[in-house]
């Protein structure tokens, strides 16, 4: 029996089905940063905190799915695991925007790997907004990756004299 009740609250926090969330969380958009530079400087310096500081999530995706950097356009993958139990899983669409000095991020496509406690499969789905779902933290973590991309461009790639 306690089993049972616990695998029911697991799922009533790891699941995002329409039964228990009326909304979704679907982008997270930084502020406009500014940054010195032309929208291929801002860009290129974007592509080296991109590879550094994001990860794809798995070896058969690469982490940069399309670039322009004349256009100061990065699109990537952006995966991030958090917490200790449980351990939790998030992903999204990395897109990098730059202008003439400034910048900003807007990530899409946001998902949580959940495993249904029911049927034990495995599943990415979307992040509702919903009592108990802690799409908040979710929120956070996905905002604390594109604050430090943009630190990263911002202050450049520290490089040591060697």
């Known amino acids: 029996m306690a089993k049972t009740w ?10 995002s089905t329409p039964a228990y ?15 010195q530079g032309s929208p291929r400087e801002i860009a290129a310096r974007a592509n080296t905190c991109i590879a550094v500081h ?3 999530g798995s070896a058969d995706d690469p982490l940069i799915i399309s670039t322009d950097l004349d256009g100061g356009m990065i699109v ?4 991030i695991e958090y917490g200790s139990l449980p351990r939790w899983k998030i ?11 400034r910048f900003r991020i ?3 496509s946001l998902e949580r790997f959940n495993t249904n406690m029911l049927t034990g499969e ?3 789905g979307r992040i509702g907004k919903w ?20 630190q990263c461009v911002i202050n450049g790639s520290a490089r040591e004299d060697w």
């Open 6 to 15: 616990i695998a029911v609250g697991l799922l009533a926090i790891g699941t």
């Open 21 to 35: 969330a009326a909304e979704y969380l679907t982008s997270v958009t930084s502020e406009v940063f500014q940054a």
């Open 54 to 56: 994001l990860s794809s």
């Open 76 to 79: 990537a993958r952006n995966s």
């Open 91 to 101: 992903r999204s669409r990395f897109t990098f925007e730059a202008r003439e000095g």
């Open 106 to 108: 807007e990530q899409t």
């Open 122 to 124: 495995d599943a990415w």
């Open 131 to 150: 009592s108990g779902s802690r799409w908040k933290e979710v929120q956070r973590k996905f905002e604390e990756s594109a604050n430090t991309v943009a």
